[in-house]
């Protein structure tokens, strides 16, 4: 007996469509390693498709009041709140995420997500106007860009393409989304529900691989692209995108210092670094997997964080137990498993270090010591559970470890000194730092790193502010 394969398609147009060719892609469970439904492999005809559906909306939407935008973000967000357990059971098959952690951790921040945008519509801020010039008073106008052409990835589909679609709707953008070819499910969900509440054409969404991203972000029409993904595939579309002078926005790779000092509470700092390092399996650009611990208490840190690491729990989406599930996708599990088995001699694996299981792409809480700055687990993302621990003499060498990375997104520090706390956060060259805390993040305040994990800002008003321009307007006071 054979199951029937659930049929995703793309959402164009206000309408529910397969690709134009008729070609798809297989869906996998990455709990079970079992295909679950088929997606649209979208083409050139779809992304077509696409762009002039929003396109053709866009005037219409551009010229809506904030209200109006935000009264249909708030239904949005309602809608969602309704229909939360079908999102959470699409999010799970997509990604064999717990089921309880992501209706705890994941639906609350993603619906207050919508809401704040929803506000943050009707709050833009510029100079007042005022006369720059005799006889001439000058305005500031804020106005969306255009089409935004969206890229969401796989580790997070649902949150992420709330990132995206929510401050670019309420900036009063049309948009076209595509989710990885790995978790369409939950984006095809949230068109369905979203369709009672925008016009058609303000959001679509095209199922596809890397050459449909690729045709989205090359099209003539979008203003703007928005990618969430590695930092290969954002240099690739920033070389893209620069061809017609695209706007781009880029939130791309990460490797977090978290810098645990001898003075930390190394209990909580132990149990708080672990659920950081492992939460979501470790893919997470923010995920707290490269520690760096003052040598006098290198040993006592070591010890208690394999011990975390050793209580820690994967499993299947309904056991309430498991902190992560699976990895995403064989190929990810293979590059997890391949920084293991490449580790120089001088490593030891202090905890986990293998898969688990021989269903579905789990792999154990792992713990690596005895590194080198220039070994390549250090300096590379593995975007998994595993996380590495090394030694440093004083602040200054602290630092140099810290940013001695191409990534520029999070890190954290642990300390009882607040000068020292103080200086940290100023020298850290990341875009954010926890100090006695990693991986909490609020709506109100901004997401984004420098060097190569990216530019753009999500969450916030200044991610808001990113799907804006800025015009000037000069008028004579003679009439």
């Not at 978790?183 to 058609?200: F, G």
């Not at 602040?395 to 607040?418: C, I, M, P």
């Not at 420098?450 to 000069?474: P, Q, W």
Request: hydrophobic share 40%.
């Amino acid at each position: 007996m054979t199951t029937e394969l659930r049929r995703l398609r793309n959402y164009i147009g206000g309408e529910f469509k397969d690709a134009a060719d008729g070609r798809t892609t297989e869906v996998v469970n990455p709990a079970t390693g079992e295909v679950y439904a088929t997606a649209p492999l979208s083409g050139q005809a779809d992304v077509d498709a696409a762009m002039a559906a929003a396109a053709a909306a866009f005037p219409g939407w551009r010229d809506t009041t904030p209200a109006e935008r935000q009264k249909a973000l708030l239904k949005i967000a309602d809608a969602f709140e309704a229909r939360a357990d079908e999102l959470i059971a699409a999010e799970s098959e997509n990604t064999g995420k717990p089921l309880a952690l992501t209706a705890s951790e994941e639906l609350p921040p993603m619906v207050d997500q919508i809401r704040f945008f929803a506000g943050a519509a009707r709050l833009l801020e510029g100079r007042s106007a005022g006369e720059y010039m005799e006889g001439m008073t000058s305005i500031i106008r804020r106005e969306p860009v255009g089409v935004c052409a969206q890229v969401a990835p796989w580790n997070y589909p649902m949150m992420m393409a709330v990132w995206k679609f929510a401050p670019a709707i309420a900036a009063g953008n049309t948009v076209v989304l595509k989710p990885s070819d790995t978790t369409p499910a939950s984006t095809v969900l949230m068109a369905e529900i979203i369709d009672s509440v925008l016009p058609k054409g303000v959001f679509n969404v095209i199922c596809g691989d890397r050459e449909t991203g690729k045709a989205m972000v090359e099209h003539s029409t979008p203003a703007m692209a928005s990618i969430t993904g590695s930092v290969r595939a954002g240099m690739q579309v920033a070389e893209s995108a620069s061809k017609d002078v695209k706007r781009v926005h880029l939130e791309l790779g990460g490797k977090a210092p978290v810098v645990v000092f001898e003075d930390a509470d190394i209990a909580k700092a132990v149990e708080d670094i672990a659920v950081a390092g492992y939460f979501n399996a470790g893919q997470d650009c923010t995920a707290a997997t490269r520690v760096l611990v003052h040598e006098s208490i290198h040993d006592e840190f070591v010890a208690a964080l394999a011990k975390a690491a050793a209580d820690t729990k994967t499993g299947q989406p309904d056991d309430e137990d498991v902190l992560y599930g699976p990895l995403n996708n064989p190929n990810q599990l293979r590059q997890v498993a391949g920084f293991i088995e490449r580790l120089p001699a001088h490593a030891k694996v202090e905890a986990g270090g293998h898969r688990v299981g021989e269903k579905g792409y789990f792999y154990a809480p792992t713990v690596v010591s005895g590194l080198k700055q220039d070994d390549e687990i250090i300096q590379n993302e593995v975007f998994g559970p595993v996380i590495t621990v090394q030694s440093f003499t004083d602040e200054r060498q602290a630092l140099e470890y810290a940013n001695g990375v191409e990534f520029a997104l999070a890190s954290s520090v642990w300390t009882k000194d607040h000068g020292r706390a103080m200086r940290m956060s100023k020298n850290l060259d990341f875009g954010c730092v926890w100090i006695n805390t990693h991986i909490p993040l609020v709506a109100e305040m901004p997401h984004g790193g420098f060097k190569k994990s990216g530019y753009g800002k999500d969450l916030s008003a200044y991610g808001f502010e990113d799907y804006t321009r800025i015009k000037h307007v000069m008028t004579s006071l003679d009439g």
